[in-house]
C-alpha cells in the first residue's frame, strides 16, 4: 500500500463526534487540579455546587485530580458517544482486578511493572522506582514520581490496591453527586456549543491533510507523512496509519493537556480518540449564567524540556521566527509573509516551538498570534544545569546520524 493510500485508507475511518466520554472525567480533573487554568469562574462555582457531600465521598482517593484523567481507559474502546448512564454501567460492569488494572495501566503506562504490582511482588513505591526513564517524565508530570506518600495520586493509588471495591464505590458516588449538581446542567449549555465546534474542524479536516489538521488543530502528536506514521511528541508511542481501525475526533472544553488515546491489543488495530481542545468553548454551572463569557484561555504549557528547546532553536528558520515574536507578536501568516515561506513550513515550525514551550497564544477573531515566552528562555540555564551535572539517571546516548 502507497502513502497515499494509506493516509486515504486512514481518513476514511475517521469521524467526528460529540461526545460525553472525555469530557465528564477531564471537567473533574479540571475542577480539582489545583493548578488547572482553564474556566475559572466555573471551576469556582462548581466547587460550592458539589458541596461537602462530593468531597466527603471522595475522600479516600486523597484529593487525587489525575485520576478522573484515567478513567475513559476503563471503557470499551468502541464506546464513541456514552450516555452518563452507559458510562457509569460500563465501571459496574468490570471485575475489580479489570478494573484495577486497567486504571493503574492508564496512570503508570508500564506494563513491566504492572504484574508484579498486582500480585503484591513490589510495593507502588517499589513499582514507581521501576518505571523506565522514557515514562518517568508522564509520571512526574502527574504526580507519581518521585515517590512522594502524601501527594494525592499516590494516596488514591495506594487506596486503589488495598481496597478496590471500596475505591470503585467511592468513585462511583463521586459521580453521582458530580453529575447530578454541576455536570448535568453543565453539559445541557456546552453540547450546542460543541456541535459549532466540530462542524468547523470537519470542514478543515476536508480541506487539508492529516498533518496539517493535526497542527491546525494542535493535537498533540508528529503525523510523519512520508512514513505513514502518528507518534506522540513524548513518550514514544508510534501508530501506523494502517493500524488505525477507527479515530474518532471529539470537541472538548475542558482537554487542554491535549490527551488522546489508543485502545486495541498488541498486535491488532487501534480505535484512536482526539479530544480536542477548543479554547473558544465557554462554559456554563447552570441555570443560564455564563460565568466565563470573553475568557479566552491558551492551551496549558508543556513541561519544558531543555532538549527539545535545543532542537526548536537549533534550526534558523525557528530561531528567525523566534526572533520576530520576541519582539512583536504575530499571526502565522504575517510570519510566513516576512520570512517568505509557504504557510504549511510555518505550521511546521510553530509545532516545534510550541511543543518546546516557547510560544504564548492568544486567540482573537478566529486566528492567532504568537509571541515568544520569556520565562521559559530564563529557566532554561537552570534546567539544562539540572539535566547535565545533577540528573543521575543512567545516560542513554545515542546519534541523529551515521559518522
Not at 476514511?12 to 493548578?35: I, T
Not at 491488532?268 to 468553548?281: G, H, M, R, W
Amino acid at each position: 500500500m502507497s502513502k497515499k493510500q494509506a493516509e486515504e485508507l486512514l481518513r476514511k475511518n475517521c469521524s467526528f463526534q460529540v461526545s460525553l466520554r472525555y469530557e465528564l472525567f477531564y471537567s473533574l480533573n479540571a475542577l480539582l487540579d489545583p493548578n488547572s487554568r482553564i474556566h475559572p469562574s466555573w471551576v469556582r462555582a462548581a466547587r460550592v455546587l458539589v458541596g461537602d457531600e462530593f468531597f466527603a465521598a471522595t475522600a479516600k482517593l486523597g484529593g487525587s485530580w489525575e485520576v478522573w484523567a484515567a478513567l475513559p481507559a476503563l471503557m470499551p474502546g468502541p464506546m464513541a458517544n456514552p450516555s452518563y448512564e452507559e458510562i457509569v454501567a460500563s465501571l459496574r460492569a468490570l471485575s475489580l482486578p479489570t478494573f484495577q488494572k486497567k486504571l493503574l495501566r492508564g496512570l503508570i503506562h508500564s506494563e513491566g511493572v504492572l504484574e508484579p504490582l498486582l500480585k503484591g511482588r513490589l510495593s507502588l513505591k517499589g513499582a514507581i522506582a521501576r518505571v523506565p526513564a522514557g515514562k518517568r517524565e508522564w509520571i512526574s508530570h502527574i504526580g507519581l514520581f518521585p515517590y512522594d506518600s502524601s501527594s494525592p495520586q499516590i494516596i488514591a493509588l495506594e487506596f486503589l490496591l488495598a481496597e478496590p471495591k471500596l475505591f470503585r464505590e467511592a468513585i462511583l458516588k463521586g459521580l453521582e453527586i458530580y453529575w447530578r449538581k454541576v455536570f448535568k446542567a453543565t453539559w445541557a449549555g456546552l453540547e450546542p456549543q460543541l456541535r459549532r465546534s466540530l462542524e468547523a474542524r470537519e470542514r478543515l479536516f476536508h480541506s487539508c491533510s492529516f498533518a496539517e489538521f493535526a497542527k491546525e488543530t494542535l493535537l498533540r502528536v508528529e503525523v510523519k507523512e512520508s512514513k505513514a506514521q502518528i507518534k506522540a511528541i513524548r513518550g514514544g508511542y508510534q501508530l501506523g496509519f494502517g493500524e488505525v481501525e477507527h479515530c474518532y475526533f471529539l470537541p472538548s472544553a475542558f482537554n487542554d493537556r491535549r490527551f488522546w488515546s489508543a485502545f486495541g491489543e498488541e498486535g491488532q488495530t487501534k480505535t484512536v480518540y482526539f479530544p480536542y481542545f477548543d479554547p473558544n468553548l465557554t462554559v456554563e454551572v447552570g441555570g443560564g449564567e455564563n460565568l466565563d463569557v470573553a475568557v479566552k484561555l491558551p492551551v496549558a504549557d508543556p513541561a519544558l524540556d531543555p532538549a527539545l528547546i535545543f532542537r526548536a532553536l537549533g534550526d534558523s528558520t525557528r530561531f528567525a521566527i523566534a526572533m520576530l515574536i520576541a519582539r512583536t507578536p504575530m499571526a502565522s501568516v504575517e510570519l510566513a509573509k516576512r520570512l517568505s515561506v509557504s504557510k504549511p513550513t510555518i505550521s511546521h515550525h510553530v509545532h516545534v516551538l510550541r511543543e518546546a514551550g516557547l510560544l504564548e497564544e492568544t486567540y482573537a477573531n478566529g486566528s492567532v498570534e504568537l509571541k515568544l515566552r520569556r520565562a521559559a528562555l530564563e529557566k532554561l540555564s537552570t534546567l539544562a544545569i539540572s539535566k547535565f551535572f545533577e540528573n543521575h539517571e543512567k545516560l542513554k546516548l545515542s546519534r541523529s546520524r551515521n559518522q
